[in-house]
């Protein structure tokens, strides 16, 4: 039995940039064929198996300790795990998977802008109709929490298992709650989010499980994993900067463009040219500073790995499973 | 004697009290359709019950609590003489930390035509219930819903805002929040995203144009969808909004209800202030104050040490179906959490359930594990 398993969406965009992620990160997945097609490895870690499951059974499976670590969503892990803080650590997020978890009504309801309007109008609604409000979605707890705190009492959950978004044309609820990217989906059924309405952003993280089997061969097989996808992580959006400034003005350059722009010098100041580490947005602004600071020329190349001697993905999970047990 | 075997012998006590009491034994069954708890409790409550589902798809629950089936049998029966019903059983609630399985007693009267009277009985059986488990003195916490809804009544509210203030009352976390929220004149102004010109044409005296109004805007913009409310619905709603919505609660309303929720002290005190209040506001309040006052000569006559409640008018219990008294006991020291009994009147119950429109209803629970608990500390 391998010390250490992921699990790895098995479907959808998710599994498709789940899998660019692993790669980017120099972690290339070998999946098996035939009968073990939902198992699988990673080249040249012997000690580390690849589960595939759907998104949701991800978060049931770190929940229960099953696997190690899980690719999901951030809202999978708030619907399907009661208590999650002290069952997963949300390690770090991936950068792919970006979606809302929102409240939707018909469009129709131009009376309803908020929250506020929704407790209103469920309360007439329930007394007029001698019915509550129904509701229909998949993510049963994060409803039932969201409408708690905005003071929503009056409302049933219908549960959905696919295409929410036309429950309410169907007549089997009266508004939603879904995901949503762009809210294009929504509104061609005739849907519109409430103003207040956004329960849960959410994107792709990395998530270990506290519960798993810990020992020392999953740990040494985690941290060879984490170093490669904080590395990746590290250098995801960020570039670095090389430019000749005079040696005599490198210090106060260097404290300047950390100031100003945030960047970092990896290597110290010493050596000619000064090396800039700085989020990519903020290149222009310090390739001008660099330049009015005398430097002739300003390099910029992305970055594709950034090991450090200390990895604090791997520090924060240490932390986390020391707490926990 | 073991822990068990006092436990048992309290419970033999409180069934012989019901006995004496003349409650009648209610065992409801342990499976109950789920529907009529999800109905009356909400989602809060369907996240804590045990929920099954038969071959039809109908869905099932292990009984979370006793008053919701005693009731349903109680309607089953067509019967409207008065009677008093007496339970001990267990119910099933998911809880972390404690047995999801527990044992809960309780006390149903319903069709008693005489409300003081019959809330004074059922405080004082449920002090004698209290003394049956060895809990000599506990606090005795006591509100009455209707106090409130008298007030609304009595200040002739526009009913978007009656509506808003009567529910908030029940959901009391937000409602100092809320008074708050309803009186700031701003946030009227910045969530009034309408043009003026239109909000005054919807605030004339001619409401059916307005109504006419909105219904052709929702024609024109050939929105079909209405998600189980009628046109005439959200139109309704959408002219009360821009309306009176669209305005802050006046500030002497505000004071009223904060001087209102700002009465509490034992039950005379509590009727002292109320009457104050409503000879300086010339609210007409007399009915509900004449019914505390009956109430507490009741209790007074039945030996309850009236001096000793703490009475308060924002208690509420954050159950919709409450209509009038609501109390609770608690540990005395607190070295026991929660409250040890907890009940009510709930007169718009029944008639919820099915059964017959005028038929009330006054009831509460024995929270047995704390109960124990309290009597061994």
Known sequence: MAALIIAMPSKGRLQENAAAFFARAGLALVQARGAREYRGTIAGLPEVEIAYLSASEIARELAAGNVHFGITGADLVHEAIPDAESRVALLSPLGFGHTSVVVAVPQAWIDVRTMRDLDDVATQFRARHGQRLRVATKYIALTTGFFSKKGVGDYRIVESLGATEGAPAAGTAELIVDITTTGATLRANGLKVLEDGEILRSEAYLVASLGAAWDEKAREAAASVLDRISAEARARGLREVRAAVPAADAVSVAAEAARLHGAAAPFGTDASPLTLHVAAGAVPALAGMLRRAGAPIVTVTELHDVFVAEDALLASLLARLNRAG | ?377
């Open chain 2, 1 to 377: 004697m073991g822990e068990n075997g006092r436990n048992r012998e309290r419970e033999q006590a409180l069934l012989a009290l019901f006995e004496r009491a003349g409650c009648v034994r209610a065992e409801p069954a342990v499976l109950q359709p789920a529907e009529p708890f999800i109905d009356l409790s909400g989602e809060d409550l369907r996240r804590r019950m045990f929920i099954t589902t038969d071959h039809a798809g109908r869905e099932y629950c292990l009984r979370p609590e006793f008053t919701i089936p005693v009731c349903r049998d109680h309607i089953a029966k067509k019967s409207n003489a008065p009677i008093t019903y007496g339970y001990l059983g267990t119910v099933f609630r998911q809880r972390s930390g404690a047995p999801s399985e527990f044992l809960q007693a309780g006390i149903e009267m319903l069709g008693r035509p005489d409300h003081t009277a019959a809330d004074a009985e059922l405080v004082a059986l449920s002090l004698e219930a209290a003394a049956a488990y060895g809990i000599a003195s506990p606090e005795i916490v006591m509100g009455d819903v209707g106090l409130f809804s008298a007030l609304l009544e009595a200040m002739h509210l526009p009913k978007t805002w009656k509506r808003r203030l009567s529910k908030d009352f029940n959901r009391a976390r937000s409602f100092a929040d809320d008074l708050e929220k309803l009186a700031d004149e701003e946030a009227h102004q910045a969530g009034a995203s309408l043009p003026a010109g239109l909000v005054a044409a919807l605030k004339s005296d001619n409401a059916d144009q307005a109504r006419a109004f909105v219904k052709d805007v929702l024609t024109i913009a050939g929105i079909s969808n209405l998600g189980g409310r009628s046109t005439a619905e959200i139109a309704e709603r959408f002219v009360e909004q821009a309306g009176d919505g669209a305005t802050p609660l006046p500030k002497e309303t505000v004071a009223t209800i904060r001087r209102f929720l700002a009465l509490s002290g034992d039950p005379d005190q509590v009727a002292a202030g109320l009457r104050a209040l409503a000879a300086e506001t010339g609210l007409a309040l007399e009915p509900a104050i004449a019914r505390l006052e009956e109430r507490i000569g009741f209790l007074a006559a039945r030996g309850v040490d009236v001096a000793e409640i703490r009475f308060s008018t924002g208690f509420g219990r954050g159950l919709d179906y409450y209509t009038g008294l609501v109390f609770e006991l608690r540990d005395r020291g607190r070295r026991v959490e929660g409250q040890l009994v907890a009940g009510g009147r709930y007169d718009g119950l029944l008639a919820m359930l099915g059964g017959s429109k005028d038929e009330p209803a006054v009831g509460c629970a024995f929270w047995l594990e704390r109960m124990n608990q309290a009597g061994d500390a």
